[in-house]
């Protein structure tokens, strides 16, 4: 986790959601790493902020990150999913329970969102830089990876965050 004690704000680095870019962008700016990058704890009078990301695209890159160096005869069965999403993280329901931030900040408009959480706290705006960014899915969009079976697949295991957070396939 990064904390920025002038602002009394803390980022909570969820995986697979871009958190090595923001986390460095926002060390340029004076937060400091506590912890581990994953770790987290809470903080008397700091707000929280995390990055979330639509279940299925973050299914997607949690199958890419399983199977280093393996992406050849890569499929996107329900099996393979199931092997990828079994990790410290992510919980039978829910992807982003991880965390339980006062902020979310979607990865689908990172750069957007994040200005508006620093803005309202009294931060500037930072330029993220592109780091981890999996060279094996070569922009693959998610809707041609996921078949009906593991698109259901996710979806059941992740209803109520989904519907919670308005995601959509």
Known sequence: MYIHKEAKLVFLANPRTGSTSVAKALM???????????????????????????????????????HLGEYKDLDFT??????????????????????????????EFLELDLDIVLHTLGLEAVKLPKENVSKARNGQNYRKLCIDETREYIYNRFKDEIERLGYEF
């Open 28 to 66: 340029e700016i004076g937060f400091e790493q506590d912890g581990t990058h994953h770790s987290a704890r809470d903080i008397d009078g700091y707000t929280t902020f995390a990055v979330v990301r639509n279940h299925w695209d973050a299914a997607v890159s949690w199958v890419f990150g399983k």
């Open 78 to 107: 329900v099996e393979t999913f199931e092997f990828a999403l079994d990790n410290e993280y992510v919980t039978e329901h829910e992807m982003w329970g991880y965390h339980k931030p006062d902020l979310l900040v979607r990865y």
